[in-house]
């Protein structure tokens, strides 16, 4: 391997977007390991994965504990099998990387910082 030297300094300050990121990114390679433990036979209690009555996998994609709508209405990513998953959730965390999903991630923030507040104010 050949080492690519660079001059950039880590920023003084983290960008909320790249923070956001990062925190995805970071929970969609725990739901890998998940989902590859689920291969072996066994169920992760913290899976994002379900299946229905027809033996069809859904996978929402979360940021905390709230679920993203990555299209109009749509709340999950349908798969036939478990490596279909895993595919999945490979080109999710591509899209976060390339940053398509920061509006997402923006409006799921603001909204979970709106209820937390609006929890504090209730006590």
């Not at 798969?79 to 490979?90: F, P, R």
């Not at 899209?95 to 509006?103: F, N, P, V």
């Amino acid at each position: 391997m050949k080492l690519k030297f660079s001059d950039k300094a880590r920023p003084l300050k983290v960008i909320p977007e790249v923070q956001r990121r990062e925190k995805l990114i970071n929970r969609i390679d725990q739901q890998i390991g998940f989902v590859r433990q689920m291969i072996e036979g066994n169920r992760p209690r913290a899976s994002w994965v379900w299946m229905d009555e027809t033996g069809t996998y859904f996978l929402p994609i979360k940021y905390g504990k709230q679920t993203l709508e990555l299209q109009k209405g749509m709340g999950s990513i349908e798969c036939q099998n478990l490596d279909e998953i895993e595919h999945a959730l490979c080109e999710v965390r591509a899209m976060t990387l390339l940053g398509k999903l920061d509006e997402k991630l923006a409006a799921a923030a603001s909204d979970i910082r709106r209820r937390f507040k609006a929890s504090i104010h209730s006590e």
